[in-house]
């Protein structure tokens, strides 16, 4: 006779049956583990380095050891192009923002500081009613590339003026600060480094009418640009008489 088996025995065989389910999923997972907590997707042994973020590493800081570190994956996991070693990245520059527990590839990271891409700008920080004007600068014109972003500059211009109504061979040299407290937004072109140093052009803020004055004084006069003291920015600029071959003389006593 066949002997029939109770409800609670089948309860008790299906609480047993879940238990080893979740004993062997358990099991897999150790099994699966990395030695850096990761848990493997792919299968397969994990024995292809890759150097990997610790932190969140903002565009332009330079890598030191303690920002990166290495982590094993399998072969079918390992990210293509990651560096496979600490003392490739450190030292480095970071060319973008390198997020936490990104693999570190090729074009993440540069040379030196000065390689690093600006982030563009969806557009100049022009206030309202201003415009900006590039204006050519050298190292004897540009104060010896010590001009930067946010700096002041006053421009100093020697022309050839006569009087009205007299002859224009008789024109004398005259020299006079024109523009005061001008704005620098940017030192060189769009798409190089912003910051200080030699550079061919700035990019300065004027209103309207001040660009057609700044224009017609680039055409016509000898300019020099003076950096001001970062304390006077605010403080207006005490007027000055002309310098001319008269009160030069006078000045220095040469006759």
Do not use: C, W
Not at 99 to 125: E, N
Not at 143 to 157: H, K, L, M, N, S
Not at 200 to 206: A, D, F, G, Q, R
Request: aromatic fraction near 8%; charged fraction near 15%; hydrophobic fraction near 45%.
């Amino acid at each position: 006779m066949a002997t029939e088996v109770k409800p609670k025995s089948n309860r008790i065989l299906l609480i047993f049956g879940v238990f080893l389910a979740i004993v062997a999923f358990g099991g897999a997972l150790l099994v699966g583990r990395t030695s850096g907590g990761s848990v493997s997707v792919g299968g397969g042994a994990r024995n292809v380095p890759a150097v990997v973020a610790t932190k969140d590493i903002p565009a332009s800081t330079q890598i030191t050891a303690d920002m990166v570190t290495v982590v094993q994956f399998s072969q079918d996991q390992a990210p293509p192009y990651a560096f496979r070693a600490k003392d490739l990245v450190v030292g480095k520059y970071a060319a973008i923002p390198i997020h936490l527990g990104s693999a570190i590839i090729d074009y993440d990271i540069v040379a030196d500081a000065g390689s690093v891409q600006a982030a563009k700008q969806a557009f100049l920080p022009i206030p309202a009613g201003m415009v900006a004007m590039q204006i050519p600068t050298g190292e004897l014109v540009g104060a010896g590339g010590y001009i930067q972003p946010d700096d002041r500059i006053d421009v100093i211009v020697t022309a050839s003026i006569y009087p009205k109504g007299t002859n224009p061979a008789d024109a004398k040299p005259y020299t006079k600060t024109t523009f005061t407290n001008l704005h620098i937004i940017r030192v060189g072109p769009a798409g190089a480094a912003n910051t200080r140093g030699i550079s061919s052009s700035l990019t300065v803020i004027v209103t309207l009418k001040q660009a057609e004055d700044l224009k017609f004084l680039l055409d016509n006069t000898n300019y020099k640009y003076v950096l001001k003291s970062v304390k006077d920015y605010d403080v207006p600029d005490a007027d000055t008489s002309a310098t001319t071959d008269q009160s030069f003389i006078q000045t220095f006593r040469l006759r």
